[in-house]
């Protein structure tokens, strides 16, 4: 199986599917690239499984790029009220109120 590996200061490997579907192994430094390929290997079943579960995400959010322009401008709109509502209610008053296009660390 093809993958991309990635040495670095750690003590444990992992396995990853990345958006473009690559298989992505991380390692430690020291790891002999035949102990590597055994982890892989021993780890097919969880890969493709992996692999599966990455297509359908992929499918399933795939949005075009004017789609997500128009998502974003009816959050815009939307969600401020929304904050203002709940923050009157709350006694809170958030400083601002960002939408962005980020793909990782949702509501973070």
Known sequence: MD???IKSDRKTASITVNDSLQVVVRAPKYARKSDIDRFVNSNVNAIMRMLEHK????????VSDYELSELIKSAKKVIPERVDYYSDILGLKPTAVKITKA???FGS
């Open 55 to 62: 297509k359908s995400q992929l499918e399933k959010y795939n």
């Open 3 to 5: 993958y991309v590996l």
């Open 103 to 105: 793909k990782k660390r």
